[in-house]
């Protein structure tokens, strides 16, 4: 199950050199306000492959929690690890609530 995120600025959350990290092979890791009922909870994450689009802050994905790993505060939902697998378009259409995937990373 995917859950809607907002890619946040690294460098403004924890003072990182650049809002998104690529590496070598494109893996981008990002910082994510992940979508839930009071406001959402934050975590880093990865892009499945290196291929696909460059993630700017305020660009909407799609994430999979995969595992529980360790907190990174007083929030243990933050503790849980996944992958970025799309960047979807910021609006919806309540008529027919299905995903607009932009890019995919896997």
Same mark, same amino acid.
């Given at each position: 199950?995917? #859950?809607?995120?907002?890619?946040?600025?690294?460098?403004?959350? !924890?003072?990182?050199?650049?809002?998104?990290? @690529? *590496?070598? &092979?494109?893996?981008?890791?990002? @910082?994510?306000?992940?979508?839930?009922?009071?406001?959402? !909870?934050?975590?880093?994450? %990865?892009?499945?492959?290196?291929? =696909? /689009?460059?993630?700017?802050?305020?660009?909407? @994905? /799609?994430?999979?929690? /995969?595992? %529980? =790993?360790?907190?990174? =505060? *007083?929030?243990?939902?933050?503790?849980? #690890? =996944? +992958? #970025?697998?799309?960047?979807?378009?910021?609006?919806? &259409? !309540?008529? *027919?609530?299905? !995903?607009?995937? /932009?890019?995919?990373? +896997?």
């Amino acid at each position: 199950m995917a #859950i809607a995120a907002l890619v946040l600025d690294a460098r403004k959350e !924890f003072g990182t050199d650049t809002a998104v990290a @690529v *590496n070598k &092979d494109g893996v981008q890791t990002a @910082v994510l306000r992940v979508a839930s009922d009071d406001g959402g !909870f934050i975590v880093p994450s %990865k892009t499945a492959t290196g291929k =696909g /689009l460059r993630l700017r802050p305020d660009d909407v @994905v /799609l994430w999979v929690p /995969l595992l %529980k =790993g360790v907190a990174l =505060g *007083n929030d243990e939902r933050s503790a849980w #690890i =996944g +992958t #970025i697998v799309a960047t979807i378009a910021p609006e919806l &259409d !309540f008529e *027919n609530p299905e !995903f607009r995937i /932009l890019c995919r990373y +896997t």
